[in-house]
């Protein structure tokens, strides 16, 4: 790989920023620094310093984030910030995206990657991958909730949804939900077709994989390998948390 590209792919700068760093002797190879951007070298072997720092090159990165409510899941938006604006620095890279969206009012767990392949098979209804929600409810939720939700109910536009779990908690007015796809306004709608509406919605678990809970609104951190495989596992948190 060249060194202008691996610069760029691991780092964010531009091809241009690293050339400008290379013509400064800021970006070194081995110990020495590099003379031209067409440098190829073995990012798997070699070790690489820009701008003083070490670089550990991964193929992709896995991010979790900790959304508050006023952003929205998008690359770009003319309007509002979005998830990616508060990604710091030290974890930016060309490619990045939002795995699955949350609405602009809701807060909690967004996966965010460079990896398409990943991403695709996580969202595709066929994984079933889980994602469970918190939800305040405007009325007390009610007993026949359970059926409603587990015999995969019909919302508006006629649209079908797999079955779904709903787990009560000592205030009706708080329930956790766990649905398997991610249809439009998908949670909202369902409690809708229920007869309730959603005043307060967080998802805190994708898959097997549940949000840090030391991890602060607005703030994110890079996922390492064995817990994207989390994501994979049929394991449910049953346990409330913060709520």
């Known amino acids: 790989m060249r060194i202008d590209k691996f610069a760029a792919e691991q780092t964010g700068i531009s ?26 070298i073995d990012p798997e072997k070699d070790e690489i310093i820009i701008g003083g720092k070490y670089i550990n090159y991964r193929e992709h990165l896995y991010i979790m984030l900790n959304k508050p409510a006023g952003t929205v899941c998008a690359v770009k938006d003319e309007l509002s910030p979005t ?41 595709s209804p066929r994984s079933h991958v889980e994602k469970e929600y918190e939800v305040t409810l405007e009325k007390p939720s009610e007993d026949g909730y359970k059926e409603l939700f587990a015999s995969g109910m019909t919302i508006d536009r006629g649209e079908k949804c797999l079955p779904a779990e709903i787990i009560f908690t000592e205030d009706r007015h708080k329930v956790r939900l766990i649905i398997c796809e991610g249809k ?54 049953n346990s409330p948390r913060n709520f």
């Open 184 to 237: 439009y306004h998908q949670v909202k709608r369902m409690m809708e077709a229920a007869g309730n509406r959603v005043t307060f919605l967080r998802r805190i678990r994708i898959g097997g994989l549940p949000l840090d809970p030391d991890l602060p609104l607005g703030r994110c951190r890079e996922i390492m390998h064995k817990e994207v495989a989390q994501i994979y596992a049929k394991q449910k948190q």
């Open 15 to 40: 091809r241009a920023d690293a050339k400008a760093m290379i013509k400064k002797r800021q970006i070194i190879v081995n110990g020495s620094p590099v003379m031209s951007g067409d440098v190829h």
């Open 83 to 123: 998830v990616l604006e508060l990604i710091p620095p030290e974890l930016r890279r060309k490619g990045l995206f939002p795995a699955g969206r949350l609405d602009k009012d809701t807060e909690g767990f967004v996966f965010i990657t460079d990896d398409g392949a990943l991403a695709h098979r996580m969202l």
